[in-house]
Each structure stands twice: as C-alpha cells, then as structure tokens.
C-alpha cells in the first residue's frame, strides 16, 4: 500500500475535513452562481470524503493493528492478567525486550520484561488506568511504533494517579500474528523512567 494512502487511513479526519470544506464551499458558489459544474465538483468532493471515511474503517493498516495491540496488553495489564490467551505476554515475540527512559537505551530479554510486567500483579497493581493517548504509526508494511500515554493509579502510588508514556515497537510474525517486539517505558510523571521503577 502506498505510503502517502497509508498517512490518510491513520489520520482521516484532515483531508476528510478538507474535502467537505471544499464541497461546502463549491456547493455555496455552485447556487449563488447558478453553475451546474461547481454542483457536480461539490458532490464528487462530498463523496470522495465519504470513501476516505468508509476506507479508515476497512482496512487496518499496521499502524491500526498496533494500536489493537497495545490497547489489549493494556487491558490484560489492568486485569492483571499475564497467561491466558488473551492476556499480556500473549501479546509479545519470544526475543521482545525492555528498555527505560529511551529507546536507545539498553535493554532486558523476554524474561526480565515478563517480570516487569508481573510487578503488576503484586505491588503495582492497577487501581484505576485511563488512556490519555494511544498513537500507531505505521513504519513498514510489517512493522509499526505506537505511542501510548496513561494515567494510572497503582497500590505503590499511595492514592496519587501518575502520567507514564510508552512506545511499542510491533511487528507481523510469519504466521501473520502481529505481537509486540520492543517496549520502552519514556517516562514517569514527566521524569525518565528508571529500571527500578517496575520491580
């Protein structure tokens, strides 16, 4: 797909927007002036809106699909459910990894992202989340990052609900299963997330 449809299926609401100024615009001129032409430049404008619309919600680009990730891993880690099907590492590849405060920076195996999650079933167990954000961009016919942005309150918050932001790094496996490969936890309250935090 090319990459200029793919902008448009992941951000419809601009040239959605765009083209019904347009139509609104032409439709206005087209009975002021009395021109058939404007009229017909004016639903072909309209109509074109309505695809782009009706095509955001038919095909799901990687981007899309990584947002559908993410939000499940998210919800599994509310319900602090880590081994059913649907639940956290179902979500991630067998050589996924951890990284704090960058993306750049160092990060830790499976294992030691499995049990930062764990973490959320003990002493960081989710009280109450809310996603303020949850952003996929796709990056490659097969790959995608997604940010996302919560807040959380957990049992180790002492009541306080705290801003944290993610990025997810998301890819199609073989078996056109997407899972995601690469988690980095930016940022806590709006300092660098520390390895310690989630232990």
Do not use: Y
Not at 33 to 50: I, K, T
Not at 86 to 112: C, K, R, V
Request: proline share 5%; aromatic share 6%; charged share 20%.
């Amino acid at each position: 797909m090319p990459s200029f449809l793919v902008s448009i299926l992941e951000r419809p609401f601009v040239p959605t927007a765009v083209l019904l100024l347009a139509a609104g615009i032409l439709g206005w001129l087209a009975v002021s002036r009395q021109e058939q032409r404007l009229l017909v430049a004016a639903l072909v404008a309209g109509a074109l809106a309505g695809v782009v619309v009706l095509l955001s919600f038919l095909v799901t680009t990687p981007g899309g699909h990584g947002e559908r990730l993410v939000e499940r891993l998210v919800r599994a880690a509310e319900a602090a459910d880590f081994d059913s099907p649907q639940g956290m590492f179902a979500s991630l590849s067998d050589d996924a990894s951890l990284h704090f405060g960058s993306e750049s920076s160092p990060g830790t195996g499976i294992e030691g992202l499995k049990g930062a999650f764990r973490s959320l079933g003990r002493q960081h167990r989710i009280r109450d989340n809310a996603i303020l954000s949850l952003d996929g961009e796709t990056t490659a016919s097969d790959r995608a990052r997604v940010s996302l942005a919560c807040r959380t309150e957990t049992d180790s918050s002492q009541g306080a609900s705290v801003v944290t932001r993610w990025v997810f790094e998301v890819r199609r496996d073989p078996d056109g299963s997407w899972r995601i490969r690469r988690v980095t936890f930016e940022t806590l309250a709006g300092r660098p997330a520390d390895p310690g935090i989630l232990r």
